[in-house]
């Protein structure tokens, strides 16, 4: 079959690799709809983290192929949705609603899901079927909860945006726009975009976004503040990862307040002291998307919420070079890849 | 009056002061029952933070024997509880529980209660009065309200102690085991204490504590995790503030935990990668005791707990110096200085 791989920083190319097969009565293989590229992957794709021909991809919607004789929620010829982690959905993280950390997680990452089939560990508890074969204009939308809508929704839910909160947003990659279309589902009061980009701006207006703030670092911590009586929001979503953007996160948020911080953690280092008198809550880490899949599934099939509208570039999968430097130039929110 | 100086670490002696007097119409002047050394007084004590002729003390119970035209809840002559901050107890941050990061917070350090008298400002904010003059067993722990078991208990709650949960407690201090006493009452099923020392270990069971682990770092978090089904403890009380307590607190939680951390700060920089895997909650800072202080008070009056027990030394006021060494060399849990 037919896969995407980084040779090296800035090299991707598709490559054949062998056809996913069950290893575990606990597998199934999905035929591949569509996979997405994912800010994570700019990380390798940029030198950030190491790539040395590297499968890539860990989003994916599709149909299933096979499943193991385990397997008993999921049939062959379901159209499904799974999240960047397979778990079991059993064990008691699993319970408790931490998916991403399960016992036995795999992360989807390592199956390298941009490719035209793959193998879907703890299929029973991994994989959401869809009501019914949806339209081809659910298809982007349902692809967004497999990772980038869960994603931004986990931060909306760990900052415990809700009625009554100020929720500031920082990062206006897809994940943040998608915190702020969750933190509006939500149902909280006033939702302040940190982006200076106007396409993104639009986007997040349309997602659910009252005001946007342009300034960034202390700057942009004072025009928070200055929309807050002075005290910061109550609620700050974190999406992009890095040292700055998460001291902006931090500072936005009042004494008390929560901050749900979701961008993969690159060279941070939090300062003890300032962290202690800031008084808020800090919570994220990989975004436990299974919690959120039925919901989100449901919310998607009877058009409720439109998660789909942050891929802004479609190109089929042997396109995808194209698709990471469009990502990569900034050019594009997320590209959707398809098969 | 007489009240307690650090000269320069090590050197602590009783100096005299000037009387305070009423600075504004919401200021209280008290005359102290009894006062005592905290944990973190032993930072400047002990070099860690600077200290130069350095009154000292936030800690305090006593007699209301002035108040400010603006005064109206507490009366001359009551008997008053507050807490290290004082706190208008009417900002938004107070109204929503973080009275220590009220926008008119001042630190009761700041006034320096091991002295005979201290003004006390927001008066009806921060004082809360008991239903009468206390029987002298009942000072001890009322004293305790005043800081290290409110901040113990604040500890608790951030962390989510509750019934079903295993805590673990990091910190064998009078705050820690107050972490313990707070969690005990809050329900919780299973209560490990981290101790190395007998003494504590006792007072740690008499509190509620369940299990008791020796060991500290890496092989604590291995301990933990053994007592755990290798998943780690729902919620773990931080209450030390060095780097090796904040990661064997984050490490001893489960995905999904709770951190409470209460110890103050010093020189901690949490990695952000970690943190973001660990995927615990964490929440903590100068513990907002004004929150807790009516219920606290009122268990303390009705005898339905008993924190004072941390206080396993008791002196005058005038030797103070002899409570800060014992405190330093581990003597003494924690000593209280009566007038």
Same sequence: chains 1, 2.
């Avoid at 500031?168 to 933190?183: C, E, F, N, R, S």
């Avoid at 099939?301 to 042997?318: C, E, K, M, Y």
Wanted: proline share 6%; aromatic share 6%.
């Amino acid at each position: 079959m037919r896969g995407v791989l980084l040779d090296r920083p800035g090299q991707v190319r598709i490559a054949d690799r062998p056809d996913p097969v069950l290893l575990e009565p606990t597998d199934a293989v999905i035929r591949l709809a569509a996979t997405c590229i994912c800010g994570s992957d700019l990380w390798p794709y940029r030198g950030a983290d190491p790539a040395e021909h590297m499968p890539m991809g860990h989003e994916y919607v599709g149909t299933v192929t096979e499943i193991g004789d385990a397997v008993s929620n999921i049939a062959v010829g379901d159209f499904v949705v799974g999240s960047f982690f397979a778990s079991d959905n059993t064990c008691e993280i699993c319970l408790a609603g931490y998916q991403s950390r399960c016992v036995h997680a795999v992360p989807m990452g390592a199956i390298a899901t941009q490719a035209e089939y793959a193998r879907v560990p703890l299929a029973d508890g991994t994989l959401v079927a869809t009501p019914g074969r949806p339209d081809s204009d659910l298809l982007p939308s349902l692809l967004a909860a497999s990772d980038v809508l869960g994603t931004g929704w986990f931060a909306a839910v760990a900052a415990e945006a809700g009625p009554g909160k100020t929720v500031a947003v920082v990062g206006d990659g897809a994940v943040g726009l998608l915190g702020i279309l969750a933190a509006k589902r939500l149902g909280a009061e006033r939702i302040i975009a940190m982006s200076r980009h106007a396409d993104r701006q639009e986007l997040a207006r349309r997602f659910g976004a009252t005001d946007i703030v342009v300034e960034r670092g202390d700057e942009g911590v004072e025009r928070i503040k200055d929309l807050t009586s002075g005290l910061g929001a109550h609620s700050v979503i974190e999406a992009v990862g890095t040292q700055q953007s998460m001291m902006q996160a931090i500072r936005s948020a009042r004494p008390g307040g929560h901050v749900g911080y979701v961008g993969v953690s690159h060279d941070v280092s939090l300062p003890g002291g300032e962290l202690f008198f800031a008084e808020v809550h800090l919570h994220g880490g990989p975004a436990p998307v299974r919690r959120f899949l039925p919901e989100l599934i449901d919310l998607i099939w009877n058009r409720a919420i439109d998660p789909g509208a942050v891929f802004d570039l479609t190109l089929p999968l042997d396109e995808a070079a194209e698709g990471y430097r469009a990502m990569d130039e900034r050019r594009a929110i997320k590209v959707m890849l398809t098969l």
